[in-house]
């Protein structure tokens, strides 16, 4: 098993020990390591558990939309992307995803 998968594991392991305001975190940091390794699925997975114990988590809303998009799910990922905007107005800290986000979505296929 290579070090990448050792730590999703670690991950998942981790879930049971901690809090559960903790949990949510916890997905968010599983769906990250899925997200750089490019395994969009899972980290798509990952990220709507992370958002089922903490729905405010803006940037996990991104990077969900922005799976889906890899994926190809446009519509899925248009309404990550809307989603996304509303909640990050705002927030100077997400300036760089908030022009991706207004971006992609002026680019994505109409009714997909």
Known sequence: MDS????VAA???AVTAYHVERVGFVYSQIAGVQYKRKDYRHAEA????????DP????????????????HRYGG????YRRFLKK???EKSMNDLITYARKRLREL???K
Do not use: C, V, W
């Open 77 to 80: 990922a248009a309404e990550g």
């Open 46 to 53: 990952s990220y709507m558990k992370s958002l089922g114990y």
């Open 11 to 13: 991950f998942r392991r």
């Open 109 to 111: 296929p109409a009714g």
């Open 88 to 90: 990050a107005a705002g």
């Open 4 to 7: 990448a998968r050792q730590a």
């Open 56 to 71: 405010g988590n803006t940037r996990a809303i991104f990077f969900l939309a922005h799976a889906r998009d890899e994926l």
